[in-house]
């Protein structure tokens, strides 16, 4: 499969998401969405990047944005994650890695020599129209929120 782009159309899902219920990407239009993929709960980066999305979540919504953050996580484990770090972020689980897979975030990682499949820690912002807008890749997580707030920023403007 090839790698999404700007641009591209972004592949549409219905996951369970945190709390009950599920989520439809297609569902938040017009409204922008940043939806951000993270290998594993309660890791230390995955929770400082949540923690920091859950921060500047009215900056986000000021800026007419909403943020999605997808992972192979149960629902049950997304939970106490939100619980634990009062997150308040939507989290969906991608049990199956359907949504991983479309997106292009299931990747093979290496890590002290050994070769593994993993999440690659990856944000999409897409548009209102459902195009993806703009695309980060193995992501760091000092300093990426205020960047993608910033692209919501300058996309809205």
């Known amino acids: ?13 219905t996951l369970p998401r945190n709390g009950g219920g599920q989520l439809t990407l297609s569902a938040l239009r017009p409204q922008p969405v940043v939806l ?6 309660d890791t230390p980066g995955c929770t400082t990047e949540a923690v920091e999305f859950t921060a500047r979540t009215a900056d986000f919504l000021l800026a007419g944005a909403t943020i999605v953050g997808v992972s192979k996580d149960t629902v ?8 634990k770090h009062a997150l308040g972020i939507a989290l969906v689980s991608d049990e199956a890695g359907q949504t991983c897979e ?5 990747v093979e990682k ?5 070769t593994s499949m993993g999440i690659e820690r990856s944000t ?13 890749r193995k ?18 403007a």
């Open 76 to 83: 049950a484990s997304h939970d106490k994650f939100v619980k």
């Open 36 to 41: 951000y993929f993270y290998p594993r709960n």
């Open 139 to 156: 992501v760091s997580v000092k300093g990426h929120v205020d960047e993608v707030l910033a692209a919501v920023k300058a996309m809205t």
């Open 1 to 13: 499969m090839t790698a999404l782009s700007a641009n591209d159309t972004a592949p549409d899902f």
């Open 110 to 114: 290496s890590m002290y020599g050994k």
């Open 102 to 106: 479309d997106y292009g975030t299931w």
């Open 124 to 136: 999409f912002l897409i548009g209102g129209d459902g195009k993806i807008v703009q695309v980060w």
